[in-house]
């Protein structure tokens, strides 16, 4: 029995930010729409209602049936989540003077309050809203205000509810965080035990349940998401487990043959295709960025179902989807799966149901559970690199001699960060091939060669980036060492744009 946490999402901005706090806390959480309650779920423990950008009293307001909530399940609403509750109970929110925004002190009335104990006295809160509760229902009671916010925190008298004015999740309230562990440990009663081993533990249990004795197929990549759903499948159903990994001839150099090596000692069962060939034909002469992706992207899926096609009586497709590709906190509509998922289309055309054992994880949280499984650190912690490979850092038409100089411009870059210890400060680095020859000099021979830009990026989701901020000597070693070693390089630059406006890649 996993016992959790279920967060309504009204659509703020920060719900995730919820949802990573609680998980900090070890404690298991589950983000559902806010009209998606899971009724009769005996391992739910209480439950938190997000913000949201609309206003009580807006018409496109998302409203929730409290009546099968209220009296079961201790409650805590966030800022919209609080007035949504002050409001459908009988009290009155109003829009406040000004939009409240920004840093605030709280003073508690109610030191010993179960949600507010251990915090200091004039705490720091972050406030972010335009209205305002101006009266509380009956039986509520106020306990904590702010200079400008008179009902910051609120409790109900004869029920397990509270609210907050101000939002707890963000970093700018310096002890949100004992505030969510008062309520999910101190008040839902949560034990605090959901680690990676607790993780392993049950999902491989229910795997075990689901999927029985079926066969199952998987796309490996290399990236961490993918190895990590493949261990845990083969620790719950060992050899029905097949996983297949393409090579489409545009990995980094040598990348192929050690991840296979890698997988090999982990004891999975994968088939490595080397595909190099098709792909180099269909993409001969195509310049256009996104074409290069439509044929990469429908090449894989042509080779993954061919060798799907030849292993008897596949049921499941399992992927290695995790839970930030699978919020779509705004539109609340129900969840989207990115459209960047390889294997698009290929669950219906080979009538695959689809198995996603990471499907509630977070990033670090898939990197926690790898090192727990004793997974190879160089797999866990590899840096993100794009399902179209070098195709997308090769500006202009791709050919084999390409791809090979951009492998060993890349391979010095990236040996270079492990060597100087700072492949880890960054979040992903590669080398792009730029469609320019300049003029150089090397010994007596003028040179008239192609130029390489080194990329490195600091990043905590890819959704921002900033251009990292790399030593000198470092620069300067690696571009002296690829216009030494590569041939047909004759020039190195660094990329120092930031996501946005740039983006990562250069395609
Ligand atoms: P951008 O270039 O959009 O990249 O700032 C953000 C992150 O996504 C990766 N990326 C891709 N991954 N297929 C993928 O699987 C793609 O077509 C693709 N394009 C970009 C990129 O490496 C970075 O981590």
Redesign the pocket.
């Known amino acids: 029995m996993q016992e959790k946490i279920i967060i309504l999402d009204y659509g703020s901005q920060t719900t995730q930010l919820i949802g990573r706090r609680l998980r900090e806390l070890n404690v298991y959480c589950e983000i559902v729409p806010y009209n998606k309650f899971p009724q009769d779920d005996p391992e739910v423990k209480g439950v938190i209602l997000s913000g949201s950008p609309f206003s009580v009293y807006d018409e496109r307001a998302f409203r929730t049936d409290l009546a099968p909530i209220r009296g079961k399940y201790p409650i805590l609403g966030i800022c919209y989540g609080a007035q949504f509750i002050a409001y459908t109970c009988g009290g009155k929110v109003e829009p406040a003077g000004s939009r409240e925004y920004g840093r605030a002190n709280l003073t508690t009335m109610e030191r010993g309050n179960k949600l507010l104990q251990g915090l200091s006295e004039n705490s720091q809160v972050w406030m972010s809203h335009g209205d305002t509760i101006t009266a509380l229902p009956r039986g509520f009671r106020v306990i904590a205000s702010t200079a400008e916010v008179e009902v910051a925190a609120y409790q109900a008298e004869e029920e397990p509810i509270w609210g907050v004015q101000f939002h707890p999740e963000v970093f700018h309230t310096t002890e949100g965080t004992r505030l969510l562990q008062n309520f999910v440990a101190g008040i839902c009663g949560c034990s605090q035990n959901w680690t990676p081993d607790s993780f392993i533990e049950t999902t491989v249990d229910e795997l075990r349940r689901e999927l029985g004795s079926d066969k199952v197929v998987l796309g490996l990549s290399g990236g961490v998401d993918s190895s990590v759903a493949a261990v845990l499948l083969n620790k719950a159903i060992g050899k029905n487990l097949t996983c297949i990994f393409v090579d489409h001839g545009l990995l980094r150099k040598n990348e192929f043959q050690e991840v296979m090596r890698d997988y090999e000692s982990l004891g999975l069962n994968v088939i490595g295709v080397d595909a190099s060939e098709k792909f180099f034909a269909e993409l001969a002469g195509v310049t256009d960025p996104e074409k290069k992706?439509k044929i990469i992207g429908k090449g894989f899926i042509d080779v993954f179902e061919a060798e799907a096609r030849k292993l008897a009586d596949v049921k499941w497709l399992a992927q290695g989807t995790i839970y930030p590709d699978r919020i779509e906190s705004l539109s609340i509509t129900g969840m989207v799966i990115k459209s960047?998922h390889?294997v698009g289309g290929l669950p219906e055309k080979m009538n695959l149901k689809i198995c996603e054992p990471l499907k509630w994880l977070f990033k670090d949280e898939v990197r926690r559970v790898g090192r727990a499984l004793h997974m190879p650190e160089n797999l866990i912690s590899r840096h993100?690199?794009?399902?179209?490979g070098l195709a997308?850092r090769i500006l202009g038409d791709i050919t084999r001699e390409k791809v090979q100089i951009l492998q060993e411009a890349d391979h010095i870059f990236i040996q270079g960060l492990r060597d100087w210890k700072l492949y880890d400060q960054v979040w992903?680095a590669g080398v792009i091939l730029l469609p320019v020859q300049s003029v150089g000099v090397m010994g007596d021979e003028r040179t008239y060669e192609r130029a390489v830009a080194l990329r490195a990026v600091t990043s905590t989701d890819?959704m921002t980036?900033d251009w990292a901020r790399l030593p000198y000597d470092f620069l300067a070693k690696v571009s002296n060492d690829i216009i030494n070693k590569v041939k047909g390089v004759n020039r190195v630059t660094y990329d120092i744009s930031s996501?946005p406006p740039s983006?990562?890649?250069w395609e």
């Open positions: 992706r960047h390889n993100p690199f794009p399902g179209p997308v992903q890819a980036a996501k983006t990562i890649e």
